[in-house]
């Protein structure tokens, strides 16, 4: 299975057992993972990790994603999107880890792609997610882009994204998708 999820300099492909050297590289960068889960950096720990997802991508229970350049193919990061409810229908998205090697707007275009995987593609009526504090130019990004707070405790704050937002962003955002 594969999704066609691409926008002007990046695209979104399915993750593979290939790819945990690459999960282990980005996600064991100190200047990367201040606000993300610790996670095992062996590789091997990773491959079984992908093993066990791959049958929850099979349910359709998640989707997990390595963002690649449309130029070159190479890999500059991940997003995934996990955690699906109904009433509201909604969708968790996380683990967005870009590298050196992003292109300019690859966070904006990474974004889009997940409110159109998960609107669009999976029927979803709302996203939720949650961002560390302290991680302050993701909650702007968040913020800038529409998402809507709605709770806090210790650790973390927890936005909603709605699909009418998602709506609206089509058009003006369209220029990062094509
Ligand atoms: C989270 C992460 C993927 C975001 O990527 P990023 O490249 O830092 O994102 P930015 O906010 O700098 O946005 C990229 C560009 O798009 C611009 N941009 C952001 N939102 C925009 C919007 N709504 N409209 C137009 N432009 C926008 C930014 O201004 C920036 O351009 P600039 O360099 O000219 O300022 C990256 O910071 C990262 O990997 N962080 C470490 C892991 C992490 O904390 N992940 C999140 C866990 S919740």
Same mark, same amino acid.
């Given at each position: 299975?594969?999704?066609?999820?691409?926008?002007?300099?990046?695209?979104?492909?399915?993750?593979?057992?290939?790819?945990?050297?690459?999960?282990?590289?980005?996600?064991?960068?100190?200047?990367?993972?201040?606000?993300?889960?610790?996670?095992?950096?062996?590789?091997?720990?990773?491959?079984?990790?992908?093993?066990?997802?791959?049958?929850?991508?099979?349910? @359709?229970?998640?989707?997990?994603?390595?963002?690649?350049?449309?130029?070159?193919?190479?890999?500059?990061?991940?997003?995934?999107?996990?955690?699906? @409810?109904?009433?509201?229908?909604?969708?968790?998205?996380?683990?967005?880890?870009?590298?050196?090697?992003?292109? @300019?707007?690859?966070?904006?275009?990474?974004?889009?792609?997940?409110?159109?995987?998960?609107?669009?593609?999976?029927?979803?009526?709302?996203?939720?997610?949650?961002?560390? @504090?302290?991680?302050?130019?993701?909650?702007?990004?968040?913020?800038?882009?529409?998402?809507?707070?709605?709770?806090?405790?210790?650790?973390?704050?927890?936005?909603?994204?709605?699909?009418?937002?998602?709506?609206?962003?089509?058009?003006?955002?369209?220029?990062?998708?094509?």
């Amino acid at each position: 299975m594969q999704f066609d999820l691409t926008a002007k300099t990046i695209y979104l492909r399915l993750l593979t057992e290939d790819d945990a050297e690459f999960v282990c590289q980005l996600r064991g960068d100190d200047k990367l993972n201040t606000f993300i889960s610790k996670t095992d950096v062996d590789i091997e720990v990773q491959r079984q990790w992908i093993k066990n997802y791959k049958s929850r991508e099979q349910n @359709k229970k998640e989707y997990y994603f390595i963002i690649c350049r449309v130029d070159d193919n190479r890999p500059v990061g991940t997003v995934r999107l996990y955690d699906f @409810k109904e009433e509201p229908k909604s969708f968790c998205w996380g683990s967005w880890i870009l590298n050196n090697n992003k292109t @300019k707007y690859a966070a904006v275009e990474s974004a889009l792609l997940v409110y159109e995987m998960g609107f669009d593609k999976l029927g979803f009526d709302q996203s939720h997610f949650d961002v560390m @504090k302290g991680n302050q130019s993701v909650h702007d990004f968040h913020l800038r882009m529409g998402a809507q707070q709605v709770s806090e405790d210790e650790q973390n704050i927890y936005y909603v994204f709605p699909k009418q937002r998602y709506e609206i962003n089509k058009e003006k955002y369209a220029k990062f998708l094509n």
